[in-house]
Every structure is written in C-alpha cells, then in structure tokens.
C-alpha cells in the first residue's frame, strides 16, 4: 500500500518511502525520537543487543556489581552467522526483552550500550552492513516511518560510529571471539536453509525465528563451555 510523504507529498510504497524521505529530505524534518508506546527495540529477540566491553564495565560500575556479576545477571551469549559462511561467532550481550526495560522505560538511561545510543539513525548513515531491511516491517514504528538527520546530528553520529569501530575492535581483542566460533555441519546448513524457507518474510518476529533455528544447531555443552570462558575472562577485569 502506498503511503504520502509527509514533507512533499509523494506517494509511494513501503521502503521506497523510507528511503525517499531520508535522502530527499534530509535535515529538513523531524529528527528521530522514541514513541511513547514503542519499546521494540529493547524487546525483539530477533535482533538483540551486542555489549561492547566498555558498556559492561560502564553499566556494572553503576550497578555497583563486578563485570562478571553483571553478565552474569543480564547478559547472554549471542551467536550470529558470519555472512556467506557456515560460522556462527559469539559475542557479549543484552537477551530481549531487556531486563533493564522498566515500565516501558530505560533504567539505565544515562549510562546505556554505545548500540543503544546509536540506533536507529546508524541504519541511514551506514546501510551496509547496517542495513534497515531487517527491521522495516518487523515492529518498528521509527523505522517503518522514516526519519530525517540534521548535519549536526550527523556529525554526532559519525564520531559515535568511529568509537563504536575502535570499541568493538578492543571487544573482540578482549574475548578472542574468533576461538570460539561454532561451524555447522554440511547436515545441519542444509536444515537451516530449509527451516529459514519456512518462515514468511512479512513475519515480524522473522528475526527471532532465524535466530532460534541457528540456536537450536550449537551443542548445549560447547554453548556452556563459551559462556564460562567469557565470565572467567569478565572475571579478571577490574
């Protein structure tokens, strides 16, 4: 279905539109802001959130609890599939719903994840690989809207975005993720692909259900074994 652009007019459907308006009107609308009854990005399982090293050291320092406490108490470990491979890496994070979504609020507002901070607006500036097709019609509402980047908000954007590179480098340096990564037998890629057939692409917990299925593969046992190795590492952090 065709929607109008609320800045020209234009009429034109689904993501045509988002992209129409990010890039037409740029700096020229409304700058991105949380709906009051939206909180699907801190409650989607099928994108959760990857915890920086410095977001668990900062958000534990708050808490007043050790690093291996606090992940211990929210975090997770999170398997994602390397593009065009049959690898699944691990890294730190936050499982949806967010434990710290209270009340439909942020609890830790002023010392929240780098990702938190940069999201969705990240998704305008960088569409590859942070791409918004995964979140339009998936829940959404600011995506599914679209926004408009003021070149002051940009600027912002971008120095957030270099930090985010430099952090995530340090992260990895930190975990040696790459130790850990699980492959999946040729047996198991071919019940992937077949689950992931299964699942519609108007599904808007499409993500999660990906998700899931790519779970499903790990042994529980080696799944145990990385996440110890990541609390023994959090362990010695001070």
């Known amino acids: 279905m065709k929607r109008r652009c609320p800045y020209c007019n234009t009429e034109l459907k689904g993501k045509k539109l ?3 308006i990010s890039e037409t009107h740029e700096g020229k609308g409304s700058e991105f802001y949380c709906r009051d009854t939206c909180v699907r990005c801190c409650t989607d399982p099928g994108s959760p959130l990857e915890l920086l090293l410095a977001d668990i050291k900062r958000i534990s320092k708050k808490l007043k609890i050790g690093a291996a406490e606090f992940f211990e108490r929210y975090g997770a470990v999170l398997w994602t599939n390397i593009p065009g491979t049959a690898l699944l890496i691990p890294a730190t994070g936050l499982p949806f719903p ?3 979504l209270v009340k ?8 929240r994840p780098l990702h ?11 569409p590859e690989p942070w791409s918004y097709d995964s ?8 995506v599914d809207d679209g926004l408009t980047i003021s070149p002051e908000r940009r600027s912002e954007l971008e120095e957030l975005m270099i930090e985010d590179q430099r952090e995530l480098e ?8 790459e130790k850990f990564v699980y492959e999946l037998t040729p047996d198991q890629l071919a ?4 689950a992931f057939l299964k699942i519609s692409p108007g599904d808007c917990d499409r993500g999660g259900a990906k998700r899931r299925v790519l779970d499903e593969m790990i042994p529980q046992d080696f799944k145990e074994h990385v ?9 010695e952090t001070h």
């Open 18 to 20: 988002v992209k129409h």
């Open 98 to 100: 967010c434990k710290f």
């Open 104 to 111: 439909g609020k942020c609890s830790i507002y002023d010392v």
């Open 116 to 126: 938190c901070r940069l999201f969705p607006e990240r998704l305008y500036i960088a």
């Open 135 to 142: 979140f339009y019609s998936a829940g959404y509402i600011c």
């Open 170 to 177: 340090k992260t990895a340096d930190f975990f040696n993720n």
């Open 191 to 194: 019940e992937v692909e077949e």
């Open 227 to 235: 996440r110890q190795a990541f609390l023994d590492m959090l362990g």
